[in-house]
């Protein structure tokens, strides 16, 4: 795995912004580092990401938290929504049980509740307390984000 | 063969889940669910599951793994739970089954290297790693018979590749694969594993073996070969309320060493698979 810099503690606190101005909530994010292509990926505490990158043949450190995008965004993996979706305050989209299932499936959506969403960015979409996932908010629909491999089938 | 040997393929009305826990509480996850589920009487994050499983917004979330019951008992002889902290190696870890339930007995702290030789594995190991959220998970894509990783582990689960003959009850496929060439390919195999596995662990550390054949070439012959040629001990271990065999001592006239410590999990004994584990120490 080609790791282009392993975060230190103001670079974290960086991201834990980018966050808190997207879903505004505070996190407390550790081990953290970023690959060529922007995308931020998440260990837990205790692995050693600089000596694991070294190791022959290391495929993956941890997992896919994001991507970092231009205007201060974050496009939030389905696990790094979880994370983030258990405070998030804003841009988030509350569905029912149905349109969880089409977006879970990989559809856009248009049936949805918005907590202060911000129109052509990222938006969480949840129902209830559980994340089904990323969707950018568009005029009148959520535009589903969720990659093909993670779609439920 | 049987003339009417189709008869002994049951295919389980009730299939296994295994909670996520990283994810979800089960009480949580209970409410949520609309199948029918049993508690697995051996392992309290184990359910038996009927319906439809596999379609559910709960699968599709992580909430929890489908995993067939026999193979949720090699991680537990580990003792996981009480050592968050260590390091584990998964030495053939795909797809990941028993790799994102160590994560969850370690409730994402310490370390586990997951590691697989076959990339096209590695692939579904990588989603199933994913999906589970097991953060404290590093997979390598190196031959577990000669690894190279600069550290030892304090655990080595060792789930060898097998002729999985465990699983004959349940797919048919097995039947037409079966013969002794290729048992004895993999006995072969599984040796060099071991070895590979006992140079990473350190001392003290304990490598949990399993397979889910029932031969006794890829089994207490490997474990007889373990003892026989490395610093290792079998131990005794028991999981409450699971029905298990010892292993088997004698075989085409060979005697095994450490066969009385190893554990036989038949098909009959648990609605299972068919599952060989042995706990080893290295001293």
Redesign the interface.
Known sequence: MQIKKILNRDEIKEIEKIIEKNYGCKLNLK?LFLTGDEKIW???????TE??S???????????FGKLKRNYKIKL???GA??VGKKAKRNVAIVD?KE??EF?EGNCIHKFECIDCEKNNFVIVK?ND???GVGILREGYIENLIPK????? | MLPDYEKFFISPEWKSIRVNTL?IDKEDLLQ?IDFEVKQIEWYEHGLWAKGEIS?T?E????YYHIQEAGSMIPPLFLPLEEDK?SVVIDACAAPGSKTTQMAMMME????IIANDVNIKR?RAL??N???A??????????DARRF????QADYVLLDAPCTASGKIAKIESIVKKWNYARIKAMARKQKKLVEGAYKVLKKDGIMVYSTCSIEPEENEEVIDFAVKNFNLEPEKFKIKGLKTRNGIKKWNGKEYEGADKCVRVWPQDNQTEGFFICRLRKY
Do not use: P
């Open positions: 081990n998440i260990a837990g505490e205790n692995v050693s000596f694991f070294s190791v022959r043949n290391c495929y993956r450190i941890g997992i896919y993996s389905m696990e979880t994370i049980d969880a299932r879970a129902r559980d994340t089904i491999a993670r779609r439920m089938r | 994810k949520k379609k917004l699968y599709y979330m992580g902290k994402n702290k310490g370390v590695i990588v989603h790693v994913q999906k959220g097991a953060m404290n998970v590093v997979i390598t894509n190196q190279d990783l600069n550290s």
